[in-house]
């Protein structure tokens, strides 16, 4: 791979606190940060299109997130997206062919200590340069097909989903 389109959506992964409203937002991508200070040896891109938490993203959203991915002429693509609907954009994002797409996030936000961003976006590069077309979804240490995969809210993590 000599080059990655990331696209982002926001998320966790991209979350800041402020202390006077007490709350979280979601701040500038992170990713392009994270990728600097690791050194890594292909060119890459960032793309901000949205900047939400990931249960407030719209079908509408998710289709200028397909869209976006589909204009552009690089076929390694990752996405950082919020945990709680990641899997359902992934499921969209089925339709785009002649590309390998991986979604990840964090389950803290990157600028915290002992975030899991670093390691997921780490997963998240190796997976998008070694698996076939197709999309995919890398959190906790595991690749995942969208169509088997579901967040456990009570664990915070991701798990395989069980046939209903």
Not at 43 to 70: C, G, M, N, Q, W
Request: charged letters at 25%; glycine letters at 8%; a negative charge.
């Amino acid at each position: 791979m000599q080059h990655l389109t990331i696209v982002t959506t926001g998320g966790t992964i991209d979350k800041v606190y402020f202390d006077d409203k007490s709350d979280y937002k979601i701040g500038s991508p992170q990713i392009g940060e994270i990728l600097g200070h690791l050194g890594v040896a292909f060119e890459f891109d960032v793309i901000p299109i949205l900047r939400k938490d990931s249960l407030h993203i719209t079908d509408e959203d998710r289709a200028l997130i397909r869209s976006t991915i589909e204009a552009q002429p690089h076929r390694h693509v990752l996405v950082t997206h919020g945990t709680d609907t990641m899997v359902e954009t992934a499921r969209e994002l089925a339709q785009v062919k002649g590309k390998v797409i991986v979604l990840t996030g964090a389950l803290n936000p990157a600028r915290f200590q002992g975030s899991d961003a670093v390691f997921n976006v780490g997963c998240a590069v190796a997976a998008v340069q070694t698996l076939p077309d197709g999309v995919y979804i890398t959190m906790n240490g595991r690749v995942w097909d969208p169509a088997k995969v579901r967040k456990n809210r009570a664990e915070n993590r991701f798990e395989e989903a069980k046939p209903s």
